[in-house]
C-alpha cells in the first residue's frame, strides 16, 4: 500500500513534482512535449534532429497525449512512470533481499528530489531510468525462472526501449551483463548464449517496431541514425558547455551527495565482507553483486567525465545512476532492517515517511537557509553519523542510523525545493496556456514551417521559449530579444521574404515594432492571424505573420528610351525618396544594352546555351540581347562594382526581360563578393507584348562591390535589354522629393 501512496505522499511535500519544471526555462523538456502533441508533423518536420530517435519515449507520451486531456495526460503519463519505477526497484529488492529493505529503499527513491524530478518533466532520463530498472527486474526474474525465455525477451526490449531512449545508457550496458552473469546460479556457457539469443530477440523486436513507426510517417526506417550522429558529435566536442572547471559545478552538485554516500559504504562493506567480518554465502553475494555492479557504473560515469563528457556534473545525465544507487542502498538496509523487530522496523519506517514528507516546510526554516548556503555541510555530517553509528551494530544505533540517512536525503530534498518553488495553480495554467500555443500553432501551420520571435525578457518569457521549444528552439527561432534583429551569437535564423512568423508579446503593438524592424531588412510583415492565449494570470498575444519584400521601389516612369528616369523608393513605412538614374547626384555604376557579350562574365556549366545579340527587341531597330541556359548552375553576371563607401548608400539596378516560349521570368540577384544575394529583382513594370522591368533596390550599410546576376530556368530562353545599377554619389542629396512624384 506504501508504494501505492507514494506519488500522492510525494505532493503533500509542498512540491508538485509533475508540473515543477514548467516555469523552469528549460528547452529540452518542452522538445518531447512537442512529439507528443504532434507526432506525425514533428517526426516529417524534424526527422533529422537527434530528439526525433527517441521513439521509445516520443510514441507513449503521443498514445497517452492523444487519449486523455492535455492535463490530465501529463498526470498519467508521469504518474506511470513514477510507478513502473518504484515497484521495479520495490521487486528487484524483495527478489534479491527482503520485503523490508525493498520497502524503505522504494520510499527513499520516492522521495528523492531528482528522482521526482526526472519522473515529472519531459525530458528523457526519468524515462531511462524507469527502462533501466524494467531491464534489471526481467533480468532478476530470468536468472531464476525456470522458464527464463519470456523473462529475457522482456530485458532485451527494455534494454532497446533505454537505448534509444538516450544513448548514453548505452554505457550502463556492462553493468547489466555483470549483473546477469553473477546472480545467475548456472555457470553453463550454453544457458548464457541461449540468454544473448532471446534477449536479442526482445532488442530486435523493439527496434523494428519503432523502425515500422517511423518509416509509416516519414519513409525512413532507421529512425536510431540522428542520435548516434548527435552522440558522434557529442565524442568529438573539444569545448562544449558542460566542459568547466570541477569548482564551477561541484558546489552546488547535490545529486552527487547520496551518490558518493554509498559508494563509500559499499566499499566498506565489500571490505567487510572480503576481511571475513561478515560471512560470505548466497544472501551477501546477491547482495554483494548490486553494490559492485553500481560501484562499477559509478566508476564509468566518473571515468567519462574525466574523458570530458557529460556525466556527473550535469544532473539530468546523473540521474541515470539513481536506480543503481537505491539498488546498492537496499542491500545495505537489508543488513540493518533484518535485526530490527517487527515494531522496531515499523517505527522505523514511519519515521522515515514523516521526515521525508517535511521537505515542503523545512525551506523555510532557518535549518533550511542553512542547507540552502552549505549544501553538503549537515547532509555530510549526517551520513557519517549514519556510518559511525552502523558500525556498532546495535538495534538502537541501526534505528538512529537509518533516521540520520533519512534526515540527510531530507536536507538534499529542501535545498532542492527552494530552487524549485513552483506555484501548483500557476503552474497548471502555465502548462495549459503553452498546450494551447502549440495546438494554434499546429493549426495555423501543420508542417511547422514559422519562425519564433519574442522577448526572453518579459514576464512571460519562459512561457515564450516552452512555445518555441515545442517546435525544436533554435531550429525555429529568429531571435529571443525582440523586436531587435541585430545579428549576435543570441540570433539563430534570419525572416526571409513569403516566410511565417509568429510573435509572442503581451504587446498590442508587437505587429508594428515587427514592421519597423522588418522594413531596415527590406520586408514587411503582413499580419496573417492574431490569437489570445489566456488561462487565469497567464496571458499572451501570437501574431501570425508573413515576411514580405518591401515594394522598395513603388514606382518607376521611363524616358523614351525605355530607360528608368525617375524611381520612387520606399525606405521605410514613413519614408520616400526619389532616385533619378540620370541627374548628376546620381552615380551610373553600371549600364549595358545587354547585346555585347564582352560586357558580361557568361558562367556555362553545360555543353548549350549563351548570350547572343539580336535585333528588333524593345524597340525597332535597337539591339538586345537572347540568353538562354542548358544547366541549371548557368548564370549571366555583370563585373564586380565598387559601390560608394557613404553610409547608408541606396542603388537602384534593373534590366528590361522577356521570357520566350512561355517560360518563366528570370531571376535578377544583386550579390555580394561573397556572393550572398542582397536583393532580388522583382516585376516594375510590364508591356502588352511580354516584356517587363525587373528591379529593385536596398541600402548598403558599408562599403561593399556588388554584381548584377541573371538566372533562367535550365532548357529555356529570354530576350534581356537596358540593364542598369546606379547609386547616389557621396554627398548629394536628391533634388526631387517624393511629393513631386505624379
Given at each position: 500500500?506504501?508504494?501505492?501512496?507514494?506519488?500522492?505522499?510525494?505532493?503533500?511535500?509542498?512540491?508538485?513534482?509533475?508540473?515543477?519544471?514548467?516555469?523552469?526555462?528549460?528547452?529540452?523538456?518542452?522538445?518531447?512535449?512537442?512529439?507528443?502533441?504532434?507526432?506525425?508533423?514533428?517526426?516529417?518536420?524534424?526527422?533529422?534532429?537527434?530528439?526525433?530517435?527517441?521513439?521509445?519515449?516520443i510514441?507513449?507520451?503521443?498514445?497517452?497525449?492523444?487519449?486523455?486531456?492535455?492535463?490530465?495526460?501529463?498526470?498519467?503519463?508521469?504518474?506511470?512512470?513514477?510507478?513502473?519505477?518504484?515497484?521495479?526497484?520495490?521487486?528487484?529488492?524483495?527478489?534479491?533481499?527482503?520485503?523490508?529493505?525493498?520497502?524503505?529503499?522504494?520510499?527513499?527513491?520516492?522521495?528523492?528530489?531528482?528522482?521526482?524530478?526526472?519522473?515529472?518533466?519531459?525530458?528523457?532520463?526519468?524515462?531511462?531510468?524507469?527502462?533501466?530498472?524494467?531491464?534489471?527486474?526481467?533480468?532478476?526474474?530470468?536468472?531464476?525462472?525456470?522458464?527464463?525465455?519470456?523473462?529475457?525477451?522482456?530485458?532485451?526490449?527494455?534494454?532497446?526501449?533505454?537505448?534509444?531512449?538516450?544513448?548514453?545508457?548505452?554505457?550502463?550496458?556492462?553493468?547489466?551483463?555483470?549483473?546477469?552473469?553473477?546472480i545467475?546460479?548456472?555457470?553453463?556457457?550454453?544457458?548464457?548464449?541461449?540468454?544473448?539469443?532471446?534477449?536479442?530477440?526482445?532488442?530486435?523486436?523493439?527496434?523494428?517496431?519503432?523502425?515500422?513507426?517511423?518509416?509509416?510517417?516519414?519513409?525512413?526506417?532507421?529512425?536510431?541514425?540522428?542520435?548516434?550522429?548527435?552522440?558522434?558529435?557529442?565524442?568529438?566536442?573539444s569545448?562544449?558547455?558542460w566542459?568547466?572547471?570541477?569548482?564551477?559545478?561541484?558546489?552546488?552538485?547535490?545529486?552527487?551527495?547520496?551518490?558518493?554516500?554509498?559508494?563509500l559504504?559499499?566499499?566498506?562493506?565489500?571490505?567487510?565482507?572480503?576481511?571475513?567480518?561478515i560471512?560470505?554465502?548466497?544472501?551477501?553475494r546477491?547482495?554483494?553483486?548490486?553494490?559492485?555492479?553500481?560501484?562499477?557504473?559509478?566508476?564509468?560515469?566518473?571515468?567519462?567525465?574525466?574523458?570530458?563528457?557529460?556525466?556527473?556534473?550535469?544532473?539530468?545525465?546523473?540521474?541515470?545512476?539513481?536506480?543503481?544507487t537505491?539498488?546498492?542502498?537496499?542491500?545495505?538496509?537489508?543488513?540493518?532492517?533484518?535485526?530490527?523487530?517487527?515494531?522496531?522496523?515499523?517505527?522505523?519506517m514511519?519515521?522515515?515517511?514523516?521526515?521525508?514528507?517535511?521537505?515542503?516546510?523545512?525551506?523555510h526554516?532557518?535549518?533550511?537557509?542553512?542547507?540552502?548556503e552549505?549544501?553538503?555541510?549537515?547532509?555530510?555530517?549526517?551520513?557519517v553519523?549514519?556510518?559511525?553509528?552502523?558500525?556498532?551494530?546495535?538495534?538502537?544505533?541501526?534505528?538512529?542510523?537509518?533516521?540520520?540517512?533519512?534526515?540527510?536525503?531530507?536536507?538534499?530534498?529542501?535545498?532542492?525545493?527552494?530552487?524549485?518553488?513552483?506555484?501548483?495553480?500557476e503552474?497548471?495554467q502555465?502548462?495549459?496556456?503553452?498546450?494551447?500555443?502549440?495546438?494554434?500553432?499546429?493549426?495555423?501551420?501543420?508542417?511547422?514551417?514559422?519562425?519564433?520571435?519574442?522577448?526572453?525578457?518579459?514576464?512571460?518569457?519562459?512561457?515564450?521559449?516552452?512555445?518555441?521549444?515545442?517546435?525544436?528552439?533554435?531550429?525555429?527561432?529568429?531571435?529571443?530579444?525582440?523586436?531587435?534583429?541585430?545579428?549576435?551569437?543570441?540570433?539563430?535564423?534570419?525572416?526571409?521574404?513569403?516566410?511565417?512568423?509568429?510573435?509572442?508579446?503581451?504587446?498590442n503593438?508587437?505587429?508594428?515594432?515587427?514592421?519597423?524592424?522588418?522594413?531596415?531588412?527590406?520586408?514587411?510583415?503582413?499580419?496573417?492571424?492574431?490569437?489570445?492565449?489566456?488561462?487565469?494570470?497567464?496571458?499572451?498575444?501570437?501574431?501570425?505573420?508573413?515576411?514580405?519584400?518591401?515594394p522598395?521601389?513603388?514606382?518607376?516612369?521611363?524616358?523614351?528610351?525605355?530607360?528608368?528616369?525617375?524611381?520612387?523608393?520606399?525606405?521605410?513605412?514613413?519614408?520616400?525618396?526619389?532616385?533619378?538614374?540620370?541627374?548628376?547626384?546620381?552615380?551610373?555604376?553600371?549600364?549595358?544594352?545587354?547585346?555585347?557579350?564582352?560586357?558580361?562574365?557568361?558562367?556555362?556549366?553545360?555543353?548549350?546555351?549563351?548570350?547572343?545579340s539580336?535585333?528588333?527587341?524593345?524597340?525597332?531597330?535597337?539591339?538586345?540581347?537572347i540568353?538562354?541556359?542548358?544547366?541549371?548552375?548557368?548564370?549571366?553576371?555583370?563585373?564586380?562594382?565598387?559601390?560608394?563607401?557613404?553610409?547608408?548608400?541606396?542603388?537602384?539596378?534593373?534590366?528590361?526581360?522577356?521570357?520566350?516560349?512561355?517560360?518563366?521570368?528570370?531571376?535578377?540577384?544583386?550579390q555580394?563578393?561573397?556572393?550572398?544575394?542582397?536583393?532580388?529583382?522583382?516585376?516594375?513594370?510590364?508591356?502588352?507584348?511580354?516584356?517587363?522591368?525587373?528591379?529593385?533596390?536596398?541600402?548598403?550599410?558599408?562599403?561593399?562591390?556588388?554584381?548584377?546576376?541573371?538566372?533562367?530556368?535550365?532548357?529555356?530562353?529570354?530576350?534581356?535589354?537596358?540593364?542598369?545599377?546606379?547609386?547616389?554619389?557621396?554627398?548629394?542629396?536628391?533634388?526631387?522629393?517624393?511629393s513631386?512624384?505624379?
Amino acid at each position: 500500500m506504501l508504494v501505492f501512496a507514494l506519488p500522492w505522499l510525494a505532493l503533500l511535500t509542498g512540491t508538485n513534482w509533475v508540473l515543477e519544471s514548467v516555469g523552469v526555462g528549460y528547452i529540452d523538456p518542452w522538445v518531447y512535449l512537442g512529439f507528443f502533441l504532434d507526432l506525425s508533423g514533428h517526426l516529417r518536420a524534424f526527422g533529422y534532429a537527434y530528439n526525433a530517435g527517441r521513439l521509445s519515449w516520443i510514441l507513449p507520451g503521443h498514445l497517452i497525449f492523444a487519449a486523455f486531456p492535455p492535463l490530465v495526460a501529463r498526470y498519467v503519463l508521469h504518474v506511470g512512470l513514477f510507478y513502473v519505477a518504484t515497484f521495479s526497484l520495490y521487486l528487484i529488492l524483495k527478489a534479491t533481499t527482503s520485503f523490508r529493505a525493498a520497502l524503505l529503499s522504494t520510499a527513499f527513491m520516492g522521495f528523492y528530489c531528482f528522482f521526482l524530478f526526472a519522473a515529472g518533466w519531459d525530458y528523457v532520463d526519468g524515462a531511462g531510468i524507469t527502462y533501466l530498472l524494467l531491464t534489471i527486474l526481467a533480468l532478476t526474474y530470468a536468472a531464476a525462472a525456470r522458464h527464463s525465455k519470456i523473462w529475457l525477451t522482456m530485458a532485451g526490449a527494455s534494454c532497446a526501449a533505454m537505448v534509444y531512449c538516450h544513448l548514453f545508457l548505452l554505457f550502463l550496458v556492462p553493468s547489466l551483463l555483470l549483473y546477469y552473469l553473477l546472480i545467475n546460479d548456472s555457470n553453463q556457457l550454453q544457458r548464457f548464449l541461449l540468454a544473448a539469443l532471446f534477449t536479442g530477440y526482445g532488442f530486435l523486436a523493439v527496434t523494428l517496431a519503432l523502425g515500422l513507426v517511423n518509416y509509416a510517417i516519414t519513409g525512413n526506417f532507421l529512425f536510431f541514425v540522428s542520435s548516434f550522429k548527435y552522440a558522434s558529435t557529442l565524442t568529438r566536442a573539444s569545448k562544449a558547455w558542460w566542459q568547466v572547471p570541477l569548482g564551477a559545478w561541484v558546489r552546488g552538485a547535490t545529486w552527487m551527495i547520496l551518490p558518493t554516500a554509498v559508494f563509500l559504504f559499499s566499499l566498506i562493506f565489500i571490505l567487510l565482507v572480503s576481511s571475513g567480518r561478515i560471512r560470505f554465502d548466497r544472501r551477501v553475494r546477491l547482495l554483494i553483486t548490486l553494490q559492485v555492479c553500481f560501484l562499477i557504473s559509478s566508476s564509468i560515469m566518473i571515468a567519462l567525465y574525466l574523458l570530458g563528457q557529460p556525466s556527473v556534473q550535469v544532473f539530468y545525465y546523473a540521474s541515470f545512476l539513481i536506480p543503481f544507487t537505491f539498488l546498492a542502498l537496499g542491500t545495505q538496509l537489508e543488513l540493518l532492517t533484518t535485526q530490527l523487530s517487527r515494531q522496531q522496523f515499523g517505527c522505523v519506517m514511519a519515521s522515515c515517511v514523516f521526515i521525508l514528507m517535511m521537505a515542503g516546510i523545512l525551506p523555510h526554516s532557518r535549518l533550511g537557509s542553512i542547507s540552502w548556503e552549505y549544501p553538503f555541510l549537515i547532509p555530510s555530517t549526517l551520513l557519517v553519523g549514519s556510518l559511525v553509528l552502523l558500525v556498532t551494530r546495535r538495534r538502537v544505533a541501526i534505528m538512529v542510523s537509518v533516521v540520520f540517512l533519512c534526515a540527510a536525503l531530507l536536507l538534499v530534498n529542501s535545498r532542492y525545493n527552494i530552487s524549485h518553488d513552483v506555484d501548483a495553480t500557476e503552474a497548471r495554467q502555465e502548462f495549459l496556456a503553452i498546450v494551447k500555443s502549440a495546438q494554434v500553432v499546429k493549426n495555423m501551420a501543420p508542417d511547422a514551417d514559422l519562425l519564433f520571435w519574442y522577448q526572453a525578457h518579459d514576464h512571460m518569457g519562459k512561457m515564450y521559449r516552452a512555445v518555441s521549444s515545442e517546435y525544436m528552439w533554435g531550429n525555429r527561432l529568429i531571435n529571443e530579444n525582440f523586436p531587435s534583429l541585430e545579428q549576435d551569437e543570441t540570433s539563430f535564423q534570419s525572416p526571409a521574404p513569403e516566410k511565417h512568423i509568429v510573435i509572442l508579446s503581451e504587446q498590442n503593438d508587437a505587429s508594428e515594432k515587427a514592421n519597423l524592424a522588418l522594413s531596415r531588412m527590406q520586408l514587411s510583415g503582413h499580419l496573417i492571424a492574431q490569437e489570445k492565449i489566456e488561462d487565469g494570470p497567464i496571458a499572451w498575444n501570437m501574431m501570425f505573420i508573413e515576411a514580405q519584400s518591401l515594394p522598395g521601389v513603388e514606382k518607376v516612369e521611363v524616358n523614351v528610351e525605355e530607360w528608368p528616369e525617375r524611381v520612387l523608393l520606399r525606405v521605410n513605412p514613413r519614408d520616400e525618396e526619389i532616385i533619378l538614374p540620370f541627374s548628376s547626384a546620381v552615380l551610373q555604376l553600371f549600364r549595358s544594352e545587354v547585346s555585347d557579350s564582352h560586357e558580361w562574365e557568361i558562367n556555362r556549366y553545360g555543353g548549350s546555351g549563351g548570350l547572343m545579340s539580336t535585333s528588333n527587341c524593345l524597340l525597332i531597330n535597337q539591339s538586345c540581347g537572347i540568353y538562354s541556359s542548358g544547366d541549371p548552375r548557368d548564370h549571366l553576371a555583370s563585373p564586380f562594382l565598387a559601390a560608394s563607401d557613404s553610409t547608408p548608400n541606396l542603388v537602384f539596378f534593373s534590366i528590361w526581360a522577356k521570357s520566350l516560349k512561355q517560360g518563366p521570368t528570370p531571376d535578377l540577384i544583386l550579390q555580394s563578393p561573397e556572393f550572398v544575394t542582397l536583393a532580388k529583382g522583382q516585376k516594375l513594370l510590364s508591356r502588352k507584348d511580354g516584356w517587363v522591368l525587373l528591379g529593385n533596390s536596398l541600402e548598403l550599410k558599408k562599403q561593399k562591390k556588388i554584381r548584377l546576376v541573371l538566372k533562367v530556368q535550365s532548357g529555356s530562353a529570354c530576350l534581356l535589354a537596358k540593364a542598369l545599377v546606379v547609386t547616389q554619389r557621396e554627398g548629394q542629396e536628391t533634388p526631387t522629393r517624393a511629393s513631386d512624384f505624379p
